[in-house]
Structure formats: C-alpha cells, structure tokens
C-alpha cells in the first residue's frame, strides 16, 4: 500500500484520530494479527466467532503502527469508526483513487472487474498470467488476489496492496444479495469490466435468477466512463446486459457464436479434458480477422468460455493475438481445489473440484470426469451439499444424481445429509445396488474410498466449500490407497 499517516487514514474513513497523526502506516493493511509486522496496519473486524479487537494488542506489539476499529483501545494507537469493515472499503476507494490522480496521464494502474456466477476465479487467474508481462518488474506491478478474495472484506483488501508502480489491478466481484456488485465497482471502478454467466449460485440469497441478473448487471453500470464492458455472448442473460451500457461505453463480447468478437471455433477435447480450439478475433471496420491456435492446459472444456473472455480483456488492453494465444496455452491452474488434477503413484487420477459448487459447475466437472475416465476406466464421482440454493435445492440436487446415471459415470458416492437428494435421483434415474452410495460424512466416505479406490480409478470430488470435502480432496490428493499402504 502506499504510505499514508494516521491522520489521513481518520480523514478517508471518517474516523476519529487516538493516535500521533504523524505516525505512518508503511506496511499492508491486514485483519489478521499473525501477519503482523513494522508499519502494518491492523483492522479489528468483529467476527462470529471471534473478534478482532481482542488481538489489537497483539498486532501492535508486533509492529503494527495503527488499528482502525471500532472502538477506543486503551494505550493503542487507533482510528475509532462506526463500522470497521466499511471503514476498510472507504480507505481502499481513498487509496486506489489518489494512486489514480498522482499517476501521469497513461500511467494510472488499469482496472479490470470481474463478476459471473461461474468462473470468476479461473478468469482472473487467466488474467493475472497474460497481463503480467506487460506490466513491468516489481511484485507490485501487477495485483491479482489470491484465491477468492472477492466480497466486501477480500476486495478491499486487494485494492490497498495498489502501490504507484502497479499498472494493472484484477479485482474479482462476488455477490451474494442485490447491491454487492455495485458496493464493489464504488471501492473499484473497473477500467474494464467483465460478465462472465448469470447462473443460480445463491439463488437462496438473491430469491430468483431474475434477481442474480440485475446484480451482475451492476458491472455495466460500474465501469469508469469511456470504460469497456466485456460480455458472453453464449449467455441470453448476459448479452442482453448491453442495453444498460452509458453512453460512450465500448462493447466486447465472447463466446462461441458467430456474432462474438473475439470467439472459439473448431473446439476439440482430447482424453485428459484439456480443450483446444482457434481463437477468432474481430478487427473493428475490418472485413479480415486474426486467428490464433490455443491448446489449454486447465482440465475442462467449460473453461474455453473464461479463456475467451480473458484474452477479451486482454486484447482490448493491448496484448497482440499472438502474445494471448501463446500465453493462454502456456497458463496453468493458481487456486487450489479448482479442477485440479493428480495423478497419484498408484494409478489413480484425483480430480479435486470442492472449492465451491453449483448445478452449472456439478454439470461442468461431471462431464469432465467422463470425458477423461472414457470407456476405458473406472469413473468416480464423490459429490457433497451445493449450498443456497433455497427452496430449489431438492430439485437441483435430484437432476445432478440423473446426470451422474445419464453420463454412465461408474460409481457414484454422495456425501451428507445436504447431499441426498443426489443419491435419490440417481436411485430413481435407474441406478441400484452399490452404483451409488449414501455416506453421512467425511469420515466415511474417506474410509470408503481408500478401501474401495483401484488403479486406473477416475475420481471427481465436488461440492460447495462449506461442505468439507476439500479435506477429502486434499486427503485423496496426497494419500495413496489404504489398501496399498498396507502391504
């Protein structure tokens, strides 16, 4: 972050000042007291379990110049606010905006915001690895977060990491109720914003996919003005999002439609679920266009769609077809549990998915894992909760388990109560005897599947994050039989 005193921090979150008003924050913002160090400055957020002002003190003793909380802290230096995690957005806005004003004109760090009910996190990923030779030396030339730093806490929070040298900053923006998007776009109005899907991940929470929609529309509207917004053409929700462009705003679409501007044609996915395809881009007022050969490293062909929008974003701040496509070839998965795959010494092959899940995503990686087992080997799909999926969960739940059947997939093991009615479409769809199997929790499924897992197994574990089974996924991942072990 860039240096900022006590006093300016009161100043751009409406604090008040108990602190030397010379003291200087060099360091980064965190809210974790563990991470701090000289010149850090440390924000006390309320939690539900534990609350941050009881390790202000704890920060402070460790180098940490100022707290900003939400009350007077007795002998520590600190910006008292109403609300803390406000106050946090409110100081990233100042911060990101002055970087903004002191940059000479072409210098200012470029924003690009991402929102869509799918594929945010491989998006920005993508970004992160065709910007960053563009972008120059320095750690801080480019900021992209790590994992999924996306709500109201993580995107403040990667916005304050912007420093005067950094030209480009990826900001990835979830939602979980109306309004969130545009909170976001006010700490960080994108130079670039994109949309990548309008699906029915916390459909719980918004009440209808009506609702998902006009909250991802609220990237169209954030974008600075002259800004670009970039759009799947693939998606009827999405596409239609360019009616509620401003005036002076520059339309990009992608997808696999004709009419796309940069789009993928000649898609193929060979037998490690790995796509290639050519890369089509449109040239304005040319009747000619460029044409690039992408062979994708990321498992799944579901990710051609974030590859296309992020060589969008890409092309339209300058990096030639050429550079994207070579560069999109070479790029490979940065967050765990993200469709990632390993191949373990016994021959068997662990898909790990259980960062997070949706029916658009269970769909995605359920046809992956076919694809990949082939007619050849043994396919397994251990499958937990999709969570807020509201009064729609049973219905949701109960297409994935017919899915599981239709796809021919082998074995079927679903994990938890939350997960059932997977187990019960899949039972009803003509599944029986051992083909699926209900186990009520971790424990189980781990000892059903180190007894049970045979050399050349495919495996697929999926499900919402709050579900667990990223243990399982990491334990799969690491762990060979117990069979084997035993020998």
Do not use: C
Not at 16 to 22: E, T
Not at 24 to 37: H, K, N
Not at 234 to 258: N, S, W
């Amino acid at each position: 972050m860039i240096e900022l005193t006590a006093a300016q921090v009161a100043a751009a979150t409406g604090g008040r000042l108990h602190a030397d008003p010379d003291v200087t924050v060099t360091g980064a913002v965190i809210i974790d007291s563990r991470e701090a160090g000289p010149g850090t400055l440390f924000v006390a957020l309320p939690g539900e379990r534990v609350d941050g002002h009881d390790f202000a003190a704890r920060a402070v003793a460790a180098g940490a110049a100022l707290v900003l909380a939400g009350r007077e802290l007795d002998g520590l230096p600190t910006v008292v606010v109403d609300d803390p995690q406000e106050a946090l957005g409110e100081l990233a806005r100042y911060v990101l905006a002055t970087v903004r004003e002191a940059a000479a004109d072409g210098e200012a760090p470029r924003v690009v915001g991402v929102t869509g009910s799918v594929g945010k996190t491989t998006t920005k990923d993508l970004l992160g690895q065709l910007l960053t030779p563009e972008a120059g030396e320095g750690d801080d030339a480019i900021i992209v977060p790590t994992g999924s730093f996306n709500n109201e806490i993580g995107l403040p929070l990667t916005v304050l990491r912007v420093t005067g040298r950094t030209r480009f900053l990826v900001a990835e923006m979830g939602a979980d109720h109306i309004g969130n998007i545009a909170y976001l776009t006010r700490i960080a109005p994108p130079d670039v914003g994109v949309v990548l899907a309008v699906g029915v991940a916390h459909v719980g929470h918004f009440g209808s996919v009506e609702a998902i929609a006009k909250t991802k529309a609220e990237m169209v509207s954030g974008v600075v003005d002259g800004g670009t917004v970039v759009l799947n053409a693939d998606d009827l929700r999405v596409a239609a999002m360019a009616g509620q462009a401003a005036p002076g705003t520059t339309l990009r679409t992608f997808g696999t439609i004709p009419s796309a501007d940069v789009r993928a044609e000649d898609i193929t996915v060979d037998a490690s679920g790995r796509a290639s395809f050519t890369l089509r881009v449109a040239q304005d007022g040319a009747a000619s266009e460029r044409r690039a050969d992408v062979a994708l490293q990321l498992v799944g062909p579901h990710h051609v769609s974030n590859a296309l929008a992020a060589a969008t974003v890409a092309l339209r701040l300058g990096v030639p077809v050429a550079d994207v496509a070579q560069r999109l070839s070479a790029a490979t998965a940065r967050s765990p549990h993200r469709m990632a795959v390993t191949e373990r010494p016994d021959g068997v092959t662990v898909i790990d998915d259980a960062y997070n899940a949706n029916p658009d995503s269970m769909k995605a990686a359920l046809r992956t894992l076919a694809v990949m087992a082939g007619r050849t080997r043994r396919s397994v799909a251990v499958l937990g909760e999709m969570r807020e999926l509201g009064d729609g969960a049973r219905a949701a739940h109960d297409e994935i388990g017919r899915l599981v059947v239709r796809l021919n997939v082998k074995q079927l093991v679903v994990v938890g109560d939350g997960a059932y009615h997977i187990h019960e479409g899949a039972m009803q769809e003509g599944s029986w005897g051992s083909e699926s199997i209900f186990v009520p929790d971790l424990d189980a499924a781990r000892t059903l599947l180190d007894e049970s897992l045979e050399p050349g197994d495919v495996v697929l574990v999926k499900s919402s994050l709050g579900s667990g089974l990223w243990e399982l996924g990491d334990h799969l991942s690491m762990a060979l039989t117990a069979k084997d072990n035993n020998k």
